[in-house]
């Protein structure tokens, strides 16, 4: 997928967005290694046996000699993914991956929206009334830059775990005031991020908090209510393609409103036009 055509977001928020992007098209190549395999394997028999049919020299009088079998079996392994079983786990952890890119991202963006707010509306971050004490020597270790690097401050300071939804979007709405995000995507993004913790931490075995968490996500696109505790969650690819689908689209919907918030703020109470907002 890529970056829907009608954002309109500042570039700093544009070059997370496409940063995390590019990681989870990694994560694609990831998911279809298989079929990049016995297609490239594929088309090179079929040339092989091609060239075996026509060649005038060797003159081969007998199908037996032809690697026709061995295409025949390629194909099938390849439409009907015979082989999976043998690799499956795998998708799993692209999920996890897929995950970790995302929690990358999503604190990415939250450090790039306080940093644009310090620059073009320093009222909005005024009105979380949040009270945050800084030492000399914190302050001289970011060069008295506290602006720049403010968010991330913010995030050791504050503990926010952005691996927990509610925590993430707690501080988008604490500190930059956007919030009322899309049910599916976050819900979405919830099944991933249980996902991977019972992955990661239990051997994708499902427990009580994995049935509590989900059930509390009922607009998921992707279903799981078939598994018990006890039971070992598989992901197939398909699942794992629209949870990444989720992630990115719910980046782009927090990206945009932190951009409308910043801008309508700036346009409202900073001297200087939200124009000239980097």
């Not at 995390?20 to 297609?39: A, M, Y």
């Not at 390629?74 to 015979?82: A, F, Q």
């Given at each position: 997928?890529?970056?829907?055509?009608?954002?309109?977001?500042?570039?700093?928020?544009?070059?997370?967005?496409?940063?995390?992007?590019?990681?989870?098209?990694?994560?694609?190549?990831?998911?279809?290694?298989?079929?990049?395999?016995?297609?490239?394997?594929?088309?090179?028999?079929?040339?092989?046996?091609?060239?075996?049919?026509?060649?005038?020299?060797?003159?081969?009088?007998?199908?037996?000699?032809?690697?026709t079998a061995?295409?025949?079996?390629?194909?099938?392994?390849?439409?009907?993914?015979?082989l999976r079983i043998r690799y499956e786990n795998m998708y799993n952890q692209c999920l996890v991956l897929s995950v970790s890119y995302f929690v990358s991202g999503f604190e990415a963006l939250f450090v790039q929206g306080v940093s644009q707010a310090c620059c073009c509306c320093p009222d909005l971050l005024?009105?979380?009334?949040?009270?945050?004490?800084?030492?000399?020597?914190?302050?001289?270790?970011?060069?008295?830059?506290?602006?720049?690097?403010?968010?991330?401050?913010?995030?050791?300071?504050?503990?926010?775990?952005?691996?927990?939804?509610?925590?993430?979007?707690?501080?988008?709405?604490?500190?930059?005031?956007v919030d009322g995000f899309s049910d599916p995507l976050v819900h979405d993004v919830i099944l991933a991020l249980a996902g991977r913790h019972i992955i990661v931490h239990n051997l994708a075995r499902v427990d009580d908090r994995f049935l509590a968490l989900v059930k509390h996500a009922p607009a998921r696109t992707v279903h799981v209510e078939a598994y018990q505790v006890g039971d070992q969650i598989q992901f197939t690819p398909d699942e794992v393609t629209r949870l990444q689908e989720s992630m990115s689209h719910l980046l782009e919907e927090v990206a945009t409103a932190m951009n409308e918030k910043i801008l309508a703020t700036a346009n409202t109470t900073s001297k200087a036009p939200a124009a000239e907002c980097p």
């Open positions: 997928m890529t970056l829907s055509d009608d954002l309109h977001i500042t570039a700093p928020f544009v070059e997370e967005l496409q940063q995390h992007e590019r990681n989870q098209e990694e994560v694609r190549h990831l998911l279809s290694f298989d079929d990049i395999i016995l297609g490239y394997c594929i088309t090179a028999i079929e040339g092989l046996d091609e060239r075996l049919r026509n060649n005038e020299e060797i003159k081969l009088t007998s199908a037996y000699h032809l690697p061995t295409l025949n079996a390629l194909r099938n392994i390849r439409e009907h993914g015979s005024v009105a979380t009334k949040e009270d945050l004490k800084f030492s000399i020597s914190e302050l001289r270790a970011c060069d008295f830059q506290l602006g720049e690097h403010l968010g991330k401050m913010i995030v050791q300071k504050k503990d926010i775990n952005f691996q927990n939804m509610q925590a993430g979007l707690k501080a988008f709405k604490d500190f930059l005031g």
